[in-house]
């Protein structure tokens, strides 16, 4: 068990900076999720840590000790990466077991440990099988397996369910959160999968071209985005954007675009006021566009006037882009009885209280 701290740790390949200045405590125990576009410097985060790779500026420590200089295998944490790398000469006991007989343990330790947690991921009846042998979800799961018998302090892992279906995915995914809760150690976990971000992280951190932009548990970074990047990177369909100003009109501050002019919330928040008469980008999640038939009750809407360009019925709900007059698109989610139609002129209801508003200029969020 441990906690992991980068202390400004930045790490340039030449001239290019993969990593910038990364400040982050992760918490003896926690489930912390590196989520971000590719290449914005995850995987690298994860070498770092590990020891695959050595930091250009700045320390890393674990529990209390500085591992900049210390080799990878006295770290005492183990990695699960995308591509699993197992051994695909040796079968999946000797795939678990190799590790422990570098660490030079007895063959009865061994026995044991590896027994154990095939247990623990239902491998059990697969031990004496090559990778080759082996499905997707199962060689996923003995790369899993092989990090924890060597119970770590802490647990690295790459995206290490990219390469299961869909329905897999989802299984694994309440396996790993499971396997957190029991072995009681510290899982730094990197995806580009914001689902897998939102379920499992007990904080989510994400990072876009080596630079954190911000850490917060799920809720929290999905409510107040600090900034464009993470509102558009969480939520699917992303946030909706839209250009245009802040105006005062009969006393009140509206935010007015091309196709949206909405009156802000009275009194209108005194961060509100330094943009009178500005520049500004307003977004609004997809989920807070109704139909307006089947808008919840309490919530006061405006309308959104647009055409319908394409319909996407997800079952639970219908994805609407609506083409607005200005010729921008925009997402709504809206509900599953809806009987709009593709090309039909309509007024959605746009929820007014679930409006973000971001800088134009340095896209930090104005709260
Ligand atoms: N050895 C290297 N030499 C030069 N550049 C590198 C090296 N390793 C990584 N990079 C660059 O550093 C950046 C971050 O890479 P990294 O592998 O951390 O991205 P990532 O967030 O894991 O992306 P992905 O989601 O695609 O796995 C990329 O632009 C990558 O090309
Ligand atoms: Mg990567």
């Known amino acids: 068990m441990a906690s992991v701290t980068f202390n400004s740790v930045t790490k340039r390949y030449g001239e290019f900076v993969a990593l910038r200045d990364l400040d982050i405590e992760i918490g003896d125990r926690e489930f912390l999720v590196f989520v971000g576009p590719s290449g914005c410097g995850k995987t690298t985060t994860l070498r770092l840590l590990a020891g695959l790779d050595s930091v250009t500026t700045g320390d890393i420590y674990i529990g209390d000790r500085r591992v900049n200089e210390l080799a990878s295998r006295d770290r005492d944490i183990a990695m699960v990466f995308q591509s699993y790398a197992l051994y695909p000469h040796m079968t999946v006991y000797d795939n678990m077991a190799f590790s422990l007989e570098l660490q030079g343990l007895g063959k009865g330790d061994i026995q044991q440990r590896v027994q154990r947690a095939a247990q623990q991921i239902g491998l059990e009846d697969l031990l004496h099988r090559k990778p080759k042998d082996l499905s997707g979800g199962q060689r996923q799961r003995v790369a899993v397996c092989r990090a924890i018998v060597r119970n770590p302090a802490v647990f690295l892992m790459d995206e290490p369910l990219s390469n299961l279906d869909a329905q897999l995915r989802v299984q694994a995914r309440t396996e790993i959160s499971r396997l957190h809760r029991e072995l009681q150690s510290t899982f730094i976990y990197v995806t580009h999968d914001q689902v897998e971000a939102m379920t499992m992280g007990t904080r989510i951190a994400i990072l876009n071209q080596g630079v954190l932009q911000q850490i917060d548990t799920p809720q929290a970074i999905y409510s107040t985005p600090k900034n464009k ?99 921008q698109t925009c997402a709504a989610r809206v509900d599953r009885r809806s009987t709009l139609a593709l090309g039909d002129t309509v007024e959605l209801a746009l929820n007014i209280t679930a409006l973000h508003l971001f800088d134009p200029h340095t896209e930090a969020a104005v709260i």
């Open 229 to 327: 990047f993470v509102a558009g990177f969480i939520g699917s369909p992303a946030m909706n954007f839209f250009d245009g100003a802040l105006v005062e009109m009969a006393d009140q501050l509206w935010f007015k675009s091309d196709a949206l002019t909405v009156a802000l919330p009275t009194p209108a928040p005194a961060q509100y006021q330094r943009y009178r008469g500005q520049r500004v980008i307003c977004g609004i999640r997809p989920e807070d566009i109704h139909d307006a038939g089947y808008v919840p009750p309490g919530i006061v809407t405006i309308p959104l006037k647009g055409t319908v360009s394409l319909l996407e019925p997800m079952g639970n709900e219908v994805i609407v882009y609506l083409t607005l007059g200005d010729g």
